[in-house]
């Protein structure tokens, strides 16, 4: 299996500051098909997961642009340029290039 | 828009049975994959199992092979999740989600087994 580890587990920021969280896998997640199967999510509480990264640098549609992803291989970051009080939760990063579907332990955002 | 709504949890016995369903709307379901991925309140997020849509390629996670069935109805826009042989570590909140990787994610349906 895929082991995708986060860092860090937790992250204190201040509005208007940048932020970025790490994700590591533990092979390559580029796929013959030239694209990269990594995938950024946040969850805020008492809701599901949202995406708002998907193959490694494609924000989903509604996602601020102040958010980012980068990387490759099996090295990746999920950037905020400006952290708002709406970007608390819980980061979660995951891969989709093998089955199981493996995710990340999450990064706590808090203000 | 894309729903997708997530029934059929509850309390049960560790050995016993359920099934989960999750219906979709705004898309054409019988194109999609769909997964469902289990999280422990307050713990981190496990993918269970996917299925695509003429149900031809289907897979597992390991701690659930053998003892969880994921099915489709396109019909009924309908996903299914049989789950038997329950253990207290099946426990948590099942969200169903749309698509090769999940993009939509259902609220989820709170499992749990417990004597």
């Known amino acids: 299996d895929v082991v995708m580890t986060q860092t860090p587990l937790y992250l204190s920021v201040t509005p208007g500051q940048p932020a970025s969280i790490s994700c590591k896998s533990s092979?390559?997640?580029?796929?013959?098909?030239?694209?990269?199967?990594l995938f950024w999510y946040r969850q805020k509480p008492g809701q599901p997961p949202q995406l708002l990264i998907y193959e490694l640098f494609n924000r989903f549609p509604g996602v601020p642009d102040r958010f980012s992803g980068s990387g490759s291989g099996t090295d990746f970051t999920l950037k905020i340029s400006r952290v708002e009080p709406e970007d608390v939760g819980v980061y979660y990063c995951m891969q989709s290039i093998q089955p199981p579907l493996t995710f990340g332990g999450g990064t706590k955002v808090e203000i | 828009e894309v729903q997708l709504v997530e029934s059929g949890g509850g309390l049960v016995q560790p050995g016993g049975s359920l099934r989960l369903s999750c219906v979709g709307s705004?898309?054409?379901?019988?194109?999609?994959?769909m997964h469902w991925v289990r999280q422990v309140p307050g713990k981190g997020l496990l993918w269970v199992a996917r299925i695509n849509g003429d149900e031809t390629n289907i897979r597992y996670a390991d701690s659930v092979k053998g003892r969880f069935i994921i099915s489709r109805d396109n019909a009924k826009n309908t996903l299914f999740l049989q789950m038997n042989s329950l253990r207290a570590e099946d426990t948590g909140v099942y969200y169903c989600?749309?698509?090769?990787?999940?993009?939509?994610w259902g609220q989820g349906t709170l499992v749990t087994v417990s004597s």
């Open positions: 705004g898309f054409t379901f019988s194109n999609d994959w």
């Open positions: 092979q390559s997640l580029l796929n013959s098909d030239g694209n990269t199967y």
């Open positions: 989600t749309r698509g090769g990787s999940p993009f939509y």
